[in-house]
């Protein structure tokens, strides 16, 4: 069996083509009218709401509406095409924030006056969420982690990632190699990538352990606006799987007990930190020995934005990567830190069977069999009875019935006492 061929895992058969078409195409529309109206294109926005007039109503994984958009742009006959159409002019978006305290934020005081003409108000959980705010240091008065950029020193540097709003770079800083994720030059002046920047500092600065990717410092104070982390030699667990293919238990289990360690410390109480973005890629490897992980990456979700109409990932609603998504987020429902352990237990199927979840299938139709209640086959031989038993608790279409990441901890610990480290999987060949 070819790695093309993995574990397609759905029963029951495909959904209708008819449907599946439809839906996609729905799922693109409500990206292109989100983009027209940030790119104050008003006859495309016309046209698709005489088309679909309920797209007035589309919301981006921040519950961002078109009217939210237009208004903290201040496009004015955006906002009058979208009320013609009956725009809610006091939707909320995650932050709780109407589209009139994003104008004001904003300072668009045209746009202020036309959504109070229609009934706006201006409320909101902290506020409008842009209004310019400096990043906090660690300490009072003391930005310990603010680094000169002339310490960066980029002149071998490579590039190891890239996204809709920034790079990756590797670099040295005082003589230690770093990963620096550089916002671009052109872009550090958008109040929405400042934005989604100090959010992802903010957070990092408060994040030690382990098994999570070191933040060393910033660059706030400076353009281009950059985010220093250590730099881990190892790559990411996606191109170890790749070259690997199915994991021994052991190493499959040694790995799984270095995510959710790092998963129990972000998911710790009071100050729980969702990641969203749980999978492969934003796994790390500290070294080529492969003998330690790390889980990385808490901003990228938020950084990249659709840059082109057809870019359905970033402005449908759903946060984080198909394959790896789970059911209540790819259906807009209130979600929880759970989110976490079902992405995880994708991420524990990959490594036991060598393949990615449902690998058949395009990401997208494979969140949209999750919902419907299927879930990747099983089909390594000597799969062991307590990980399979682990792997179908974690990926539970009801959230409370998964297991918390320190349950999942000394589930592993038990598991680990029972498998050998000569023990490795048997892949059917048919």
């Known amino acids: 069996m070819s790695r093309s061929e993995g574990s397609s895992g759905h029963s029951g ?51 961002r509406t078109p009217l939210h958009v237009a208004s903290l742009h201040g496009w004015i006959d955006i906002a009058k095409c979208l009320i013609e159409y009956r725009a809610d002019v006091n939707a909320q ?11 004001e934020g904003a300072k668009k005081y045209a746009m202020i006056e036309l959504l109070k003409s229609y009934g706006g108000l201006s409320y909101g959980q902290n506020g409008s969420h842009f209004e310019s705010k400096p990043v906090p240091p660690p300490l009072p008065k003391k930005c310990d982690w603010e680094i000169d950029p002339t310490e960066l020193d980029f002149s071998n540097s490579n590039t190891i990632g890239k996204g809709s709003f920034g790079e990756i770079l590797t670099a040295f800083w005082r003589g230690t190699p770093v990963a620096v994720k550089r916002i671009l030059p052109n872009l550090s002046d ?23 990717v070191q933040f060393l410092g910033a660059v706030t104070e400076r353009k281009p606006l950059m985010l220093i982390t250590e730099y881990l030699r190892g790559g990411d667990l996606h191109q170890y799987l790749k070259e690997k293919g199915a994991l021994s238990p052991s190493t499959a289990i040694n790995f799984a007990v270095d995510i959710a360690r790092g998963m129990a410390y972000l998911h710790n109480e009071p100050n729980v930190v969702i990641h969203r973005d749980l999978k492969p890629r934003n796994i790390l490897l500290v070294n080529s020995s492969a003998d330690h992980l790390k889980v990385g990456d808490f901003g990228l979700s938020k950084l990249i934005r659709v840059q082109n109409s057809h870019d359905v990932y970033k402005m449908t609603g759903e946060t984080g990567s198909y394959r790896y998504m789970a059911p209540e987020v790819f259906k807009h429902r209130k979600y929880d830190k759970k989110v976490d352990v079902f992405s995880f237990a994708m991420i524990l199927y990959e490594m036991l069977e060598g393949n990615p979840p449902m690998s058949h ?13 299927q879930r990747p086959m099983f089909r390594a031989k000597g799969y062991t009875p307590e990980l399979r038993e682990l792997t179908e608790q974690c990926w539970a279409a009801d959230m409370n019935l998964r297991p918390s990441f320190l349950e999942i901890l000394k589930k592993l610990e038990k598991i680990k006492e029972t498998i050998s480290s000569d023990h490795h999987w048997h892949i059917f060949t048919s």
């Open 13 to 63: 058969g495909d959904p209708p083509a008819a449907a599946t078409t439809a839906e996609k195409r729905r799922v693109s529309r409500t990206s292109m009218i989100l983009w027209h109206a940030h790119q104050n294109d008003g006859a495309a926005v016309r046209k698709l709401l005489e088309e679909d007039p309920s797209l007035v109503h589309a919301k981006d994984y921040d519950n």
């Open 361 to 373: 299938f395009e990401p997208y139709e494979v969140a949209k069999y999750v919902v419907e209640g």
């Open 190 to 212: 958008d109040i929405l990538v400042i934005q989604d920047f100090r959010h992802e500092v903010n957070l990092l600065v408060k994040l030690r352990h382990p098994n999570i």
């Open 93 to 103: 978006d995650r932050w709780k924030n109407t589209p009139l305290a994003d104008a």
